[in-house]
């Protein structure tokens, strides 16, 4: 019964929204589409129901309707398979016509727009030119063309150099391929770091000297780079599948009251708490009103200036006006407030109360371009007349934390002629002196106590507590270890190793971390959480030193080297390296070659140990920098993780310093550059990268045999060609053990390593696996789908 009803309600749901198509499909085979259009058909007239088509049909050029009007038109150029309703005009020219307009070729080889030039220097000394449209949206009239003359809009391999471009309401331009400007004054509000060259229909914006990408770079679409409305320069995709939506991927302007002009003198932008903030008011601030037709045509001040003057302070308010600023230097507030009195043309002052005298006046009749911005570290006070009694209307969080209602509290005066005040003072002198002596002597006796038991714990070796904690050494017992500190075999981001034997004849690996955060006893409980992680596949932490500063943890010593000495041809030197305890030599030519059942082993090794440090341990705890330098070897090429866990040891400001850009370049997931939050998918994606240099044995960025450029080449996505779309596997492969490489002993183990490292490597965190799913696809014990392709998402760096 309920399919009964709900089939006939989505057929007619799918036809009515299959209607806009159709119909618009009908007007098109009802116009008459010319692929040049030259005297012989002159003229052309609105009505006539004719276009002019790009020869590969993504471009249309006519006369397009003016929304909103009856019966005018602009000649204009319009995206073919952008709806109307999504603004798909990407040039128009200045000249409306209404239904007797026309368009006409003269005999002189002029381009007349209802007998007006079509548009300036659109003419020709031959009757044979032609206008046509170019597949790049390019309107070409002899030497004229709409690339070199556009309005607001610029498409995809258009080039920048020489244009201007103007807002439709001719308030805003953007000049020399750099700065945006208020036309009127032309006061700059934003330039690019060096001028704009090119846009692809990738999203790639190529500069002089650089580049930057779109949001959605890689993704082929309709795009165009266009100067809004409101000032600001913006590029936008098409997005058919959003119900044919423009999309916004890069706004040159994020804070929109930065751009001048939006408000009138005196007056303040402040943003409207919209979803992303991109609408303006303006308002007047404390001792001004709006003037006639709001504070959009600025405001003026209820009192004027006399002589005496004072000052109310504008937290978070920034007055731009660079023509009417004198910046001083003055050694503290008062120099500041008072030349600025003195000064009648001073309309108020900024300071920076940072210690760097930073002083500056605004002066002349009026201010200008003012915004509310938290961004400006200085303090704007704005000079009124004394008898102005408004309260400033713009306060910080400070002054909203403060009590609201305050509370005199007074103490009767005593009796006159008494001595109760001499009293009072000398029972409380004795008290204070009584309490004073009391702490001296509880601390006395609390030291020596602590000394005491600290140096028995020493003697009796308690400090081996917590039960089945790390062993805790001294300074002393590992200098003697290490030879004074001498034989170095690793340095990485965390410290230097150093090789060292004990006392009982134990080779370990001695780490002297750096930047570490908390005392003793914080560290003494951080270090015991790591070392109760045990795992076949965790490099084991047998103790630690937290004395005189230094803080060093002690493992053991595995002597088989890490897996990129083995993996990789290149020679390594020790520097710059990470946390390696057995890089006694670092020529690769000296290690046995890993075969394939060995290379798998590793892999699912590490998988198994990453699951372990995510899923199942009390504390959750994330690497950060999975590579071949932290994976090392046993004897029996058993593979031990290192340097996990000691993100937790790192104080807290060089976390907040790094939290946007951790790891090693090549193994770093995208959203350490982009703004997505950070989780155990990084790891994920960090062993994606290391399962392919597995297979292929070489660094993921060593361009392997492509035509793509160094900048665009990406080794997932060689690596996906290559297996899933050319079929040919025997190109990734490991040419050291390629020749022994059987495709019935091996194929099925390689296929299920890249399939699996294919989907570690997607570009967004949600698509990727957990590290356990990673160790059971591994293991084959669930079934592996077709991965998709790993695509590049970020933005690049100007």
């Not at 992680?533 to 803080?551: D, S, T, Y």
């Not at 297996?723 to 490489?741: C, P, T």
């Amino acid at each position: 019964m309920v399919l009964c009803i709900t089939f006939p309600f989505f057929t007619l749901l799918f036809l009515f929204n299959l209607q806009p198509s159709i119909a618009q499909q009908q007007r098109q085979q009802q116009q008459q589409q010319l692929t040049s259009f030259n005297i012989s058909f002159s003229p052309w007239l609105p009505t006539q129901n004719k276009v002019l088509l790009s020869p590969n049909s993504n471009f249309t050029a006519g006369f397009f309707p003016i929304p909103n009007s009856q019966n005018l038109f602009t000649f204009s150029v319009w995206f073919s398979k952008v709806p109307q309703s999504a603004n798909p005009v990407i040039w128009n020219a200045t000249t409306q016509v209404n239904n007797s307009g026309s368009l006409v070729i003269t005999t002189k080889g002029e381009l007349l727009l209802n007998d007006s030039p079509f548009a300036n220097n659109a003419s020709s000394s031959s009757n044979s030119t032609q206008l046509v449209l170019d597949n790049d949206g390019n309107l070409v009239f002899g030497d004229w063309s709409s690339f070199k003359n556009p309005t607001n809009t610029i498409l995809p391999n258009q080039n920048f150099s020489g244009i201007e471009l103007y807002t439709i309401n001719g308030k805003y331009k953007f000049i020399k391929s750099q700065f945006l400007v208020l036309n009127s004054t032309s006061d700059q509000y934003y330039n690019t770091p060096s001028p704009l060259v090119s846009m692809d229909d990738a999203g790639k914006m190529t500069m002089v000297g650089g580049f930057f990408l779109t949001s959605d770079y890689g993704d082929p679409r309709l795009r165009k780079m266009v100067l809004d409305e409101d000032g600001n320069l913006k590029i936008y995709s098409f997005y058919p599948e959003q119900q044919n939506k423009w999309v916004e991927v890069w706004k040159a302007v994020w804070e929109v009251c930065t751009i001048k002009g939006k408000c009138g003198s005196n007056a303040i932008c402040m943003p409207k708490e919209n979803l992303n903030y991109t609408s303006t008011y303006c308002v007047c601030p404390s001792g001004f009103k709006a003037n006639q037709g709001g504070p959009e045509n600025g405001c003026t001040r209820k009192i004027p200036l006399s002589s005496n003057t004072k000052f109310l302070r504008l937290d978070y308010i920034n007055y731009t006006s660079n023509s009417q600023m004198n910046q001083i230097v003055a050694n503290n507030f008062t120099i500041c407030e008072s030349g600025c009195i003195r000064d009648t043309r001073c309309l108020g002052f900024g300071f920076k109360y940072d210690g760097t005298g930073y002083c500056v006046w605004l002066l002349g009749t009026e201010l200008q371009y003012g915004y509310w911005s938290p961004g400006p570290e200085i303090a704007l006070f704005l000079k009124v007349d004394k008898s102005e009694s408004e309260a400033t209307n713009f306060i910080g969080m400070t002054e909203v934390m403060q009590t609201a209602c305050p509370v005199k509290i007074s103490l009767p005066l005593p009796p006159k002629d008494s001595n109760t005040t001499t009293r009072n003072i000398a029972i409380i002198c004795t008290l204070f002196a009584l309490e004073f002596i009391s702490g001296v002597a509880f601390f006395w006796s609390f030291l020596k106590r602590y000394i005491k038991y600290r140096d028995m714990a020493t003697t009796l070796g308690l400090e081996l507590l917590p039960a089945g904690g790390p062993k805790r050494f001294t300074y002393s017992e590992l200098k003697a270890a290490t030879n004074d500190f001498s034989n170095l075999i690793g340095r990485g981001g965390f410290g230097d190793v150093y090789k060292g034997e004990l006392p009982d004849h134990r080779v370990v690996a001695v780490k002297c971390l750096k930047n570490v955060a908390g005392g003793d006893a914080e560290f003494w409980a951080e270090v015991t959480i790591i070392a109760r992680m045990h795992h076949l596949n965790l490099v084991r932490l047998w103790g630690f030193c937290a004395e005189k500063g230094q803080r060093i943890l002690v493992y053991e010593h595995i002597p088989g080297g890490s897996l990129d000495k083995h993996l990789f041809q290149v020679k390594k030197s020790l520097k710059g390296g990470e946390f390696d305890p057995n890089n006694n030599n670092n020529n690769r030519q000296d290690k046995p070659v890993l075969d394939w059942n060995m290379r798998y082993r590793i892999a699912l090794g590490v998988a198994r140990a990453i699951a372990y440090l995510h899923e199942e341990c009390l504390e959750w705890v994330l690497h950060c920098d999975i590579k071949p330098e932290n994976i090392l070897l046993g004897d029996d090429f058993c593979p031990k993780i290192s340097d996990f866990g000691l993100a937790k040891l790192r104080k807290k400001e060089d976390m907040v310093t790094m939290s946007r850009k951790r790891g090693t370049p090549g193994y770093m997931a995208p959203e350490w550059i982009t703004a997505d939050p950070i989780t155990s998918k990084a790891d994920v994606y960090s062993f994606g990268m290391v399962l392919l240099e597995l297979v292929s044995g070489v660094r993921n960025f060593e361009i392997q045999g492509s035509v793509v450029h160094s900048e665009e080449w990406y080794f997932p996505r060689w690596a996906f060609d290559k297996m899933f779309k050319d079929m040919r596997v025997e190109d990734i492969l490991d040419i050291q053990i390629k020749d022994v490489y059987d495709s019935r002993a091996h194929f099925e183990l390689v296929n299920r390593m890249v399939k699996t490292a294919m989907w570690c490597l997607q570009d967004r965190p949600e698509l990727r696996p957990t590290m356990g799913k990673v160790a059971k696809m591994l293991e084959g014990t669930v079934e592996i789908t077709e991965p998709k392709k790993p695509t590049i998402f970020f933005l690049g760096e100007e």
